[in-house]
T-cell receptor, first 115, second 112 residues
Framework: DSGVTQTPKHLITATGQRVTLRCSPRSGDLSVYWYQQSLDQGLQFLIQYYNGEERAKGNILERFSAQQFPDLHSELNLSSLELGDSALYFC??????????????FGAGSRLTVL | DAKTTQPPSMDCAEGRAANLPCNHSTISGNEYVYWYRQIHSQGPQYIIHGLKNNETNEMASLIITEDRKSSTLILPHATLRDTAVYYCIVRVKKTSYDKVIFGPGTSLSVIP
């Protein structure tokens, strides 16, 4: 157990629907990162939050949004889902910026299947 | 952050040492080298990191060349459970935030 908790583990939904993925960071970590990994593809950086504020943004689609709440958990909202959104979504956390001794700790991921 | 180059795939016999290279020829003096691995469909797992000196922990050893332009991750006695994609990442020590990008990594297959 890495200490980063992601729910749900698996989610099956239909095109056009909206889903919310949840991430609880490791105790003491203030920063949360979201990644998307499509089948046999690499890890694509989506977005990062620190203590409730957005700090870095990748190629996140406009249909996707995220936020980090005062209790530091984060949610990734995916709307108007398309077949191509089927992927593993990983959350990672760190104490501060990923550098020096501050390493990223990843959760087990949420597997989204869009039918 | 400096760019890294890794071979796309490698094989290693079970029980032998797996030596995974990473080239980071544009690394600067304040950039750390990190290694992560991802076992199929699991979340990436931190292995080790270093700045200048060689490092060892319970999982692996990290050998950084004197000029710091390349490094090698060594799994001393590879097992089938070490079959995974291994990512080498270079990050400058910073207090600000930016994207954390993972490259394609090296797919290591440990063969019985």
């Amino acid at each position: 157990d890495s200490g980063v908790t992601q729910t749900p583990k698996h989610l099956i939904t239909a095109t056009g629907q909206r889903v919310t993925l949840r991430c609880s960071p490791r105790s003491g970590d203030l920063s949360v990162y979201w990644y998307q990994q499509s089948l046999d593809q690499g890890l694509q950086f989506l977005i990062q939050y620190y203590n409730g504020e957005e700090r870095a943004k990748g190629n996140i689609l406009e249909r996707f949004s995220a936020q980090q709440f005062p209790d530091l958990h984060s949610e990734l909202n995916l709307s108007s889902l398309e077949l191509g959104d089927s992927a593993l979504y990983f959350c990672a956390s760190s104490v501060g910026p990923f550098s020096g001794a501050n390493v990223l700790t990843f959760g087990a991921g949420s597997r989204l299947t869009v039918l | 952050d400096a760019k890294t180059t890794q071979p796309p795939s490698m094989d290693c016999a079970e029980g032998r040492a797996a030596n995974l290279p990473c080239n980071h020829s544009t690394i600067s003096g304040n950039e750390y080298v990190y290694w992560y691995r991802q076992i199929h469909s699991q979340g990436p797992q931190y292995i080790i990191h270093g700045l200048k000196n060689n490092e060892t922990n319970e999982m692996a050893s990290l050998i950084i060349t004197e000029d710091r332009k390349s490094s090698t991750l060594i799994l001393p006695h590879a097992t089938l459970r070490d079959t995974a994609v291994y990512y080498c990442i270079v990050r400058v020590k910073k207090t600000s935030y930016d994207k954390v990008i993972f490259g394609p990594g090296t797919s290591l297959s440990v063969i019985p």
